[in-house]
C-alpha cells in the first residue's frame, strides 16, 4: 500500500515528505496508520550522521492504530489503538531478565534499517529500496509497519495523537527516577536538564511521592514549568556560580540520587558530588565520542556512589508504558504539559524546535 512519509536522503536533513510503498505486515509485524509521533533528540542524531543507511524513514515515538497484521499476531486486532516503542529480541539474556533496553541486537533491530533476519526493508520507492525499521516501527509516515513485540495497546479513550512520546523520551525520563534511580517516596533528587527527559523525570518522581526535586536548567520558561510540575526548586546555572554549593545548600548537605540528561562532561562532575552516601548518578544522554568521566575516584569511594548510564529507563514497555498512563488517569503524571503539537507536513519546523528549545516535546500529528 502507499503511504506519505519524511525520508532523510543525506546527512543533515532536510526532512522530504514524499510517497512511499509498505509491503504487507508478515509474521509478528503490526502496520500502523500513524495518529501522532513525537520529535525526539535521537531522531535528530539520526538524520544529521549518526550511523544508519540512506535513504530512511525516521521516527520513534509513534501512535496509532492497528490496520493490518501479521499470520503470527494472535493478541491484537484491527483498530485497536497502540503505542509504539524501542525493538528487541524477546529471546536473548537480558531480554528474559526483563531489559530489554539493553537487548543484545539493541543496535541492530533498532538502527540497521532493515528487518535483521533477510536484510530487507518493508519500505520502498519503485525499484529503490527505502529503509525503515528504525527502532523497530519508522513512524514519520502516515503509516508504519512496526513489531507486536515493540506495540502495547492503549486504552480507546486515551487521546491517542500525544501519546507516542510515552514509547521512548518520557518513558527514559520517567523511567530513569522511578526504575533505574529507584527513587524510594522521600528520597531527594537533582536532574540536571529541564528537557523533554529531565522534565519527565520530575513527572516520575513526583508520581512516586518524592521529596525534595531540584531541576538545573538555564531556560527561564523551562525552570518556570518545572516549578509548575512540582519541582522544589530551580536552578539557573548560568546565573549561579556554583550549582554543587547550592544544591548541597538546598538539600542540607546532598540530595539521595542525581539525574544527568545533558550529556556534558563538566555538568557530570557536578552531579557527582551532589550525592550523598549510597547515592546513585543517573546518566541519559549521548555525550560527545571523546567524553571522560571528571569525577574524584576518592570522593566516590568514601561515599560509595554508584554512576549509571541508562537506556530508555531501564524500562520494559509492555510494563512500564501501561504504568506511566495509569499515573495520568489519575492526574498524578500530567505528560501532556510537555507537548506542543504540529501538523505532519511542517516536521522540519518542528525539528528546529527541538533544536532551538522553543518546544519541549514537538509531536507531529496526521
Not at 490496520?67 to 491484537?76: E, F, N, Q
Not at 510515552?166 to 523511567?175: E, I, M, P, R
Not at 548541597?248 to 558530588?273: F, R, W
Request: a negative charge.
Amino acid at each position: 500500500m502507499k503511504a506519505t512519509a519524511a525520508l532523510v536522503r543525506a546527512i543533515g536533513g532536510p526532512f522530504t515528505i514524499e510517497d512511499i510503498e509498505l509491503a504487507e505486515p508478515r509474521g509478528s509485524e503490526v502496520r500502523i496508520r500513524m495518529v501522532g509521533v513525537g520529535m525526539c533528540h535521537t531522531d535528530l542524531v539520526a538524520r544529521d550522521g549518526f550511523p544508519v543507511p540512506l535513504p530512511i524513514v525516521l521516527g520513534h515515538e509513534g501512535s496509532g492504530v492497528v490496520d493490518a497484521l501479521g499470520p503470527d499476531v494472535t493478541d491484537l486486532e484491527v483498530g485497536d489503538h497502540v503505542v509504539l516503542s524501542f525493538d528487541s529480541c524477546a529471546a536473548c539474556p537480558t531480554c528474559d531478565e526483563g531489559l530489554p533496553a539493553y537487548c543484545h541486537q539493541f543496535l541492530g533491530k533498532n538502527f540497521a534499517g532493515v528487518r535483521l533476519e533477510d536484510g530487507t526493508s518493508p519500505l520502498s520507492q519503485g525499484a529503490e529500496t527505502i529503509h525503515g525499521n528504525f527502532f523497530g516501527q519508522s513512524s514519520f509516515a502516515s503509516y508504519a509497519i512496526a513489531h507486536r513485540r515493540n506495540t502495547v495497546k492503549v486504552d480507546k479513550a486515551l487521546p491517542l495523537d500525544i501519546l507516542g512520546p510515552l514509547g521512548c523520551g518520557v518513558q527514559t525520563g520517567a523511567g530513569a527516577a522511578v526504575i533505574s534511580l529507584d527513587l524510594k517516596p522521600g528520597q531527594s533528587l537533582a536532574i540536571f536538564g529541564g528537557g523533554a527527559v529531565g522534565l519527565s523525570a520530575l513527572l516520575g518522581a513526583r508520581a512516586m511521592d518524592a521529596g525534595m526535586v531540584i531541576v538545573v536548567e538555564p531556560n527561564a520558561e523551562r525552570r518556570a514549568l518545572a516549578l509548575e510540575l512540582g519541582a522544589s526548586h530551580v536552578i539557573d546555572p548560568v546565573a549561579d556560580s556554583d550549582v554543587l554549593a547550592t544544591i548541597k545548600d538546598l538539600s542540607g548537605g546532598a540530595v539521595n540520587h542525581a539525574l544527568d540528561t545533558t550529556g556534558i562532561p563538566s555538568v557530570v562532575g557536578i552531579a557527582v558530588e551532589t550525592t550523598g552516601p549510597h547515592g546513585t548518578v543517573g546518566l541519559v544522554a549521548v555525550p560527545p565520542p571523546e567524553a571522560m568521566l571528571p569525577a574524584s575516584m576518592m570522593s566516590m569511594l568514601m561515599r560509595g556512589t554508584t554512576i549509571k548510564y541508562i537506556t530508555e529507563g531501564d524500562a520494559d514497555p509492555q510494563v512500564f508504558i501501561p504504568q506511566m498512563i495509569g499515573w495520568y488517569q489519575d492526574g498524578k503524571f500530567p505528560f501532556d504539559r510537555l507537548v506542543t503539537k504540529f501538523a505532519f507536513d511542517q516536521i522540519n519546523e518542528a525539528a528546529k524546535a527541538s533544536e532551538d528549545g522553543s518546544a519541549i516535546k514537538p509531536v507531529l500529528v496526521f
